[in-house]
């Protein structure tokens, strides 16, 4: 049964770095835009990143210049790297395609940024 499970998050005092880790288990992904989204307390999910099949990039705007995503199609892995994180970037992190499949999300990572 295809299945994303992400790995990574942890707590970082604001201005460290954390790499989210998105295994894709399952065949076709490869060929399917991925993306990170986050889901803050009280706030509704939103995309953070994305990457598609040719390597184009989209990020949301408060993270430009600072988050960067990648993918490895021949270790069915998607990465989030996380530089200059600030509080505001608290929030539980998920992988899905873009547009998200319902089947696909999973528990994510939670991603806190305190000092």
């Known amino acids: 049964q295809a299945q994303l499970v992400e790995s990574g998050g942890g707590l970082v005092q604001p201005g460290g770095s954390l790499r989210l880790s998105c295994e894709a288990s399952?065949?076709?992904?490869?060929?399917?835009?991925m993306g990170w989204f986050r889901q803050a307390p009280g706030k509704q999910r939103e995309l953070v990143a994305q990457i598609t099949s040719g390597q184009n990039t989209y990020y949301l705007d408060s993270v430009k210049g600072r988050f960067t995503i990648s993918r490895d199609n021949a270790k069915n892995q998607v990465y989030l790297q996380m530089n200059n994180l600030l509080p505001d970037d608290t929030a539980v992190y998920y992988c899905?395609?873009?547009?998200?499949?319902?089947?696909?999300w999973g528990q994510g990572t939670q991603v806190t940024v305190s000092s």
């Open positions: 399952g065949s076709g992904f490869n060929f399917l835009p």
């Open positions: 899905n395609t873009n547009p998200p499949m319902p089947r696909y």
